[in-house]
């Protein structure tokens, strides 16, 4: 990069993260000081992006930064929405853009994670005990970016044995099964109605 490119990035950093800060703000507090250290830190280290990682390049206790992620109830739909207004409302990006679909999966060591079960992996190409995700994007020509993401849960996790390992971990009591392409559907229409113009979905044969 050039060196006035570097120059302007830590004010281009502030910028961003202060128009996302509300997405952090919760009844009680405003939790948006580590959401700007997380993504500094993210940006800054060359590895071992883990929370105590982080927590040590930006001067902030791991453990807050980690409870921030995992614990605090701040909305990531409030993230998503603001991702999509910004598109919507870039001129050069509201027409010619596409829609694309797809999962990701992570593996996992035990089942007390939500969602974790025995499921196809696509990193691996195998059926494994993993984590899946699936993400919907924004494209058009070199602009990338997701919009858009809801962890899968599969079937089994709605049974009667599993009630307590559901509170354990979180998932809202509201929370009913719903087929990956069901999500998707769900992706989609909200991008709609968030006023994201697009002209094509692409997706695999899923």
């Given at each position: 990069?050039?060196?006035?490119?570097?120059?302007?990035?830590?004010?281009?950093?502030?910028?961003?993260?202060?128009?996302?800060?509300?997405?952090?703000?919760?009844?009680?507090?405003?939790?948006?000081?580590?959401?700007?250290?997380?993504?500094?830190?993210?940006?800054?280290?060359?590895?071992?992006r883990n929370f105590a990682g982080i927590g040590r390049a930006t001067g902030q206790p791991g453990e807050n930064i980690q409870h921030f992620m995992s614990n605090s109830p701040w909305s990531p739909q409030m993230i998503y929405r603001q991702v999509q207004a910004e598109?919507?409302?870039?001129?050069?990006?509201?027409?010619?853009?596409?829609?694309?679909?797809?999962?990701?999966?992570?593996?996992?060591?035990?089942?007390?994670?939500?969602?974790?079960?025995?499921?196809?992996?696509?990193?691996?190409?195998?059926?494994?005990?993993?984590?899946?995700?699936v993400f919907l994007s924004f494209v058009k020509g070199h602009s990338w970016t997701w919009i858009d993401g809801e962890l899968f849960l599969p079937e089994q996790w709605f049974s009667p044995e599993k009630a307590a390992v559901r509170d354990e971990v979180g998932i809202p009591a509201e929370r009913r099964f719903k087929t990956k392409v069901q999500l998707d559907w769900e992706m989609i229409q909200r991008a709609q109605a968030n006023g994201l113009r697009f002209e094509a979905v692409g997706c695999d044969d899923l």
């Open positions: 990069m050039p060196p006035e490119a570097v120059a302007s990035l830590p004010d281009r950093l502030v910028d961003f993260w202060t128009r996302y800060r509300h997405c952090f703000w919760t009844q009680t507090r405003d939790q948006s000081a580590y959401a700007y250290h997380y993504l500094g830190g993210l940006l800054r280290m060359k590895g071992k598109i919507a409302a870039t001129p050069e990006l509201n027409s010619g853009g596409m829609l694309l679909l797809d999962e990701s999966a992570d593996a996992k060591a035990g089942h007390k994670t939500a969602g974790a079960g025995r499921q196809y992996n696509g990193r691996l190409g195998k059926v494994d005990l993993c984590q899946v995700g």
